[in-house]
Structures are given as C-alpha cells and as structure tokens.
C-alpha cells in the first residue's frame, strides 16, 4: 500500500505561481510512477505531469512549458512548480503513483485560479 498527502492548493491570480507537494509513504519502493491529474468541474480527471522512477518525465500540451514535476531529494516527496496559471487551470489536483500491481491516489488539493 501507498499513501499519497497532497498540499499546497490554494486561490491564486492568473499569471502567478503555486509549488503543490505530495508526501508518499508505506510501500515506495514499490512505486515505478508518479505523477498529477486534476479534475476541473464538469470534466473528467487528466493526467497533468507524470515521472517515471528513471525521472523521465511526461506533460500535458496544455502545461507544457509552464508547470514542472520533480521528486525531492528523499524521493518520497513529489512536487509541481506551477508557473503563469491560468484560469483554466482550476481543478483538484490529486497525486497518483502506480506499482507493478496496483494504482493509489491521493485526497486532492484544490487550486483557483481567478482575479
């Protein structure tokens, strides 16, 4: 089993920048993939960024260029440095690793984007 926490949501203005962070714990050593989807109202959930355990990562068209993924230095902390958000940027962002056998995901942190 793996536990995901995420932090850092929160309510920002268009063009700013917000770091969301998950805690993993339990089985990682298990883990060969994480990454962050978000569900915005009304729309299914989407993969945003994803890194495998080589760090080889993976974005979405719509973040490319403007939001990062990286693990910290324990690997047990998975971050997203989000740079010039937009409105449409607004979602539960929830954090996800993926074993050989099995998927877990975290509670979700919602960020807003709005002036």
């Known amino acids: 089993q793996v536990q995901l926490v995420e932090s850092g949501g929160g309510l920002v203005q268009p063009g700013e920048s917000l770091r969301l962070s998950c805690a993993a714990s339990g089985s990682i050593f298990n883990i060969n993939r994480m990454g962050w989807y978000r569900q915005a109202p009304g729309k299914e959930r989407e993969p945003v960024a994803t890194?495998?355990?080589?760090?080889?990562?993976d974005y979405a068209d719509s973040v490319k260029g403007r939001f990062t993924i990286s693990r910290g230095n324990t690997r047990n902390t998975l971050y997203l440095q989000m740079n010039s958000l937009k409105p449409e940027d607004t979602a539960v962002y929830y954090c996800w690793s993926k074993t050989w056998l099995d998927e877990f995901w975290g509670q979700g942190t919602l960020l807003t984007v709005s002036s």
């Open positions: 890194i495998t355990r080589g760090d080889i990562t």
